[in-house]
């Protein structure tokens, strides 16, 4: 896939979210595990040999990343310990009835880990809350 990236004049691309999820019509925006690879496209090294060799080949890489709400799955983050940890801790703010999902409590900063790991550059915040280029 590289040399036709570079072949068309690319110098970064961005992957759909890769982080797992169980409903494959969601293409990943309905996360239960924020911190591992989904395997649904190869195992974790899989995706450090995709990362490293885009960057050894000049080719920019950004993860496309949903951090403002997550399934309400029992096995994802919904009470992850008893409580509402990740959760809005405003009841009004917790449910978000559009994608049928839970909003993060971003005031608290559980929900803001830092993703940079390898060479990737940049992930993008494809939100209800808001949307841009992170770096």
Known sequence: MIPYIKRQGFTHIEILPITEHPLDESWGYQTTGYFAPTSRYGSADDLKFFVSKCAENGVGLFLDWVPGHFCQDIHGLTLFNGTVLYEDSREERRFNPEWGT??????????????????????????STGSGWMR
């Open 102 to 127: 839970l909003n993060f409590d971003v005031r608290r900063g559980k929900s803001l880990a830092s993703c940079y790991q390898a060479h990737i550059i940049g992930w993008k915040n494809s939100s």
